[in-house]
């Protein structure tokens, strides 16, 4: 607990607004998640294949836009690109809903929201790295997950208020649907975030606890992205977010592009699909402090934390392949987010750790790859297999298609397990293979899967650090 009082004790008080811009910020994007394929279905009109296929180009667009842009943050700093993605994010809220006409609807998700996104949700996670110091940077992460999930959990919870209310106050609602007073409250929710990004400083917090003031980098996009692209680390994360992405990633995915109308198809269109979701928040809140205080004294590296918390969320996907009732719905979300407050939070800090300061506009966006390459990796196939396994009408086969869900998330700790250097940024030492059992001159793949088991002594860091010996800039170590 002693990370934690010193989280509390002398953190500037930029880390806590930088909480209140996380938090402020998930529950937009969760307010838009969680209705995303029904209002663009009961509202605009699109398919099933077509609000599915958005739903992945939506991904594509935030992930090229951020990759495009990060020489922007590495150039602008953390206020200015707070204060002027958090406008832009409450512009574009206020668009979507205001508009009826589907081209132009598609114009504020395709180019709007993910150039807004860009300036706000990877920079939250930078910023975490700048105003927290090696002693308490995991539970710095740590609490950082669990106000990003408090978030979704309140926002859950609030759509279900909403629905209800409009139920009973039609006249009141003046022809608005609960969809859109909904997201109102995005607007809302992003207009007090701007305000809040004027109060922050460009600063970064020594290990001493001093603070000094931080300047950009900066360098021509060109330098700056050539520089990111000639070091191996970043080929390894780009790798390792791939893996994620593509396979246990994608359940996250689905539970936003599949789940609702998979739902409200088997047990009605009143069904509270928002509230079984919101289970998952409710247990990270819960379950991401513990284990994270765990993992931190008991010094689990990051290897067998990606590898068995994924295919913990993987698994849980057979809940629902073996049965379609509500018992197994809740037992499937429960399941997967005891895996995910393993494995997730863990990967959000490597991948916000691994990057060379100065140059993390870059990183920060891929370290958001997981999220958006699965959303268009889910969305591109959630269309078909809903129209395939689960019509709206018809004979459905809902079973089959949460089986092929859950095989998908299987890739990850299926390719972790064969291809444990993704995760490795430092290989272990002879002592440590040696100490595992395992012999690096009989078995150079097991060995080098034994290094990444076995733990780091004496370091109580999740992402300790050495120094590249071709760049002179601090390289993480994954431990704990």
């Known amino acids: 607990m002693e990370a934690l009082n010193a989280t509390i004790k002398h953190a500037p008080r930029e880390l806590w607004i930088c909480y209140l811009i996380q938090f402020l910020d998930s529950w937009a994007a969760f ?53 002027i993605g958090s406008a832009m994010l409450a512009l574009s809220y206020l668009a979507v809903c205001l508009l009826h006409s589907s081209k132009w609807m598609l114009a504020v998700l395709l180019i709007a929201l993910p150039i807004s996104n860009t300036l706000v949700n990877p920079v939250t996670k930078l910023a975490l790295r700048r105003f927290t ?74 290990d001493d606890n001093t603070i000094e003031e931080y300047k950009p980098k900066g360098g021509a996009p060109y330098d700056i992205l050539t520089d990111v692209l000639q070091q191996k680390r970043f080929w390894r994360f780009v790798g390792a977010a791939l893996v994620v992405s593509l396979g246990v990633g994608t359940v996250m995915r689905h539970l936003g592009a599949t789940f609702p109308k998979y739902f409200t198809r088997e047990f009605g269109n009143d069904a509270p699909y928002e509230l079984v979701m919101s289970i998952n928040p409710l247990m990270v809140v819960v379950l991401v402090p513990l284990v994270t205080y765990y993992e931190s004294f008991t010094h689990i590296p990051l290897y067998p934390a ?39 939070p863990r990967f959000l800090e490597y991948s916000v750790m691994v990057a060379p300061e100065g140059r993390e506009g870059t990183y920060v966006v891929l370290s958001s790859a997981p999220k958006y390459v ?5 969305g591109l196939i959630s269309g078909y297999l809903l129209a395939a396994f689960a019509p709206e009408t018809g004979v459905r086969h809902s079973q089959a298609l949460w089986a092929i869900i859950g095989m998908m998330a299987m890739m990850t700790p299926i390719a972790f397990y064969f291809w444990p250097s993704l995760i490795a940024v430092q290989n272990g030492s002879k002592d440590e293979l040696n100490s595992s059992g395992l012999d690096a001159s009989s078995d150079p793949e097991k060995a080098e899967r034994a290094a990444l088991l076995s733990n780091n002594k004496g370091d109580n860091s999740p992402l300790s650090t050495t120094t590249a010996p071709d760049s002179g800039v601090p390289r993480a170590r994954a431990s704990v």
């Open 306 to 344: 990606m590898m068995f918390g994924s295919a913990i969320s993987g698994l849980a996907m057979f809940f629902l392949a073996a049965s379609t009732t509500m018992t197994a719905a809740v037992l499937a979300v429960i399941v997967f987010t005891v895996g995910e407050a393993i494995w997730s």
């Open 374 to 378: 699965s959303r268009c990796a889910a």
């Open 31 to 83: 307010s838009l998640d969680y209705v995303f394929v029904k209002f663009l279905t009961d509202e605009v009109g699109f398919s099933d294949q077509a609000t599915g296929l958005i739903y992945g180009l939506f991904g594509i667009a935030v992930l090229m836009v951020g990759v495009s842009l990060g020489f922007v943050i590495d150039n602008l700093g953390v206020r200015r690109c707070l204060s």
């Open 133 to 206: 110091v090696s002693s308490n940077r995991t539970f710095g992460f740590g609490i950082s997950y669990v106000v990003i999930n408090l978030a979704a959990l309140l926002s859950g919870v609030f759509l279900t208020g909403v629905r209800t209310w409009t139920n009973g106050h039609a006249s009141e609602a003046h022809g608005w649907s609960h969809y859109r007073i909904y997201i109102l409250f995005a607007v809302l929710a992003c207009t007090i975030q701007c305000g809040a990004a004027f109060f922050l400083r460009d600063i970064r917090v020594q």
